[in-house]
């Protein structure tokens, strides 16, 4: 069978997904809020308003002024001819391209607690995607590694989506620790290069990654991106970013390289610590300084129960 297709054994759970499992997010992905189209203070990290955009407006009918409308949609054109005052009646546009990014790089297969961080990402991804496909959005996506890329172009069908959602498990199970694969920091702004060529304006992009080799280029890019469209970026992270372990060893592998690290050193986890708490609060800043939205997603917790979290922040439906 092939990888894409087969379902993940008991000891897999957390390291590798599956299509079956993220073919049934769907069903839950039906119990939490839509994704949020217009960020802002309730955005998680956000006091400064995003560039992000809502849905647009159609055009649906001119009809009758009744009482209680909107005196802004009057039509005076059509007021003036008929004598009689008529309105505009517009409908929230349903359809809006998505755009998902997944990062499947082998800094992603990462993990301490619950998942490595490749999972929590296709779960993210599998869990928006289904959202946005139910409220009536075409989707597609964009996978890469450190290899290359597959991208699917949006299109409101199931079968789409699981066409994206087998790119993301194929890219997935390919991963290995002991794997001759050279880290390529440099494909995120490939894969975020080819984001902006199918964007093209007015849809919403979710990059979702650990951001590992983010430079200004990729921040350049992000922001020129949220210009003309929505960009949400789903920050990856592992509880080990915020809280090193005091035990415990920690195998760096690049290629045939490896270095093994032990935590039972103080001042290595205090310079760990601090490299990689300030990678990641580098990146929440995004937030502030540049107005893209950032969601920090962690591979310590059930993904189900943040994203439900996140995207009601996000739309503003969180419970005090």
């Not at 496909?133 to 789409?160: C, K, N, Q, W, Y």
């Not at 991963?175 to 894969?191: C, E, F, H």
Request: proline share 5%.
């Amino acid at each position: 069978m092939t990888p894409e297709g087969r379902r993940a054994k008991d000891d897999e759970t957390g390291i590798y997904v599956d299509l079956p499992g993220l073919v049934a997010l769907r069903h839950a992905a039906a119990g939490i809020a839509d994704m949020p189209s217009r960020p802002g203070r309730n955005f998680p990290g956000g006091g400064r308003a995003s560039r992000l955009r809502g849905r647009g407006l159609d055009f649906e009918e001119i009809r009758h002024y009744q009482p209680g409308d909107d005196v802004r949609s009057i039509d005076w054109n059509v007021t003036a001819r008929t004598g009689r005052p008529h309105v505009r009646i517009f409908s929230e546009e349903r359809d809006r391209p998505a755009l998902i990014v997944v990062d499947q790089r082998i800094a992603m297969f990462y993990g301490t607690r619950l998942m490595m961080k490749s999972v929590a990402a296709a779960e993210f991804a599998a869990l928006a995607a289904w959202r946005l496909l139910a409220s009536g959005d075409r989707v597609g996506g964009i996978v890469f590694d450190d290899t290359g890329m597959e991208d699917i172009r949006p299109h409101r069908s199931e079968a789409s989506v699981i066409r994206f959602l087998s790119r993301i498990v194929k890219r997935n199970r390919m991963l290995r620790a002991d794997t001759d694969v050279v880290s390529d920091p440099a494909m995120l702004d490939r894969a975020l290069a080819r984001a902006a060529r199918l964007a093209g304006h007015d849809s919403l992009v979710i990059v979702v990654s650990d951001f590992d080799g983010a430079s200004d280029a990729t921040r350049e890019t992000l922001t020129q991106l949220a210009r003309r469209n929505g960009v949400i970026c789903a920050l990856v992270h592992d509880p080990s970013a915020l809280h090193i372990p005091e035990r415990g060893r920690l195998i760096a592998a690049e290629g045939k390289r490896r270095l093994t690290l032990d935590f039972a050193d103080a001042r290595l986890r205090q310079a760990v610590s601090q490299f990689s708490g300030a990678r990641l609060q580098r990146i929440l800043s995004w937030q502030e300084e540049f107005g893209l939205p950032v969601l920090p997603v962690s591979a310590g917790e059930p993904m189900l129960e943040q994203a439900a979290r996140l995207f009601a922040r996000g739309s503003g439906k969180a419970r005090s």
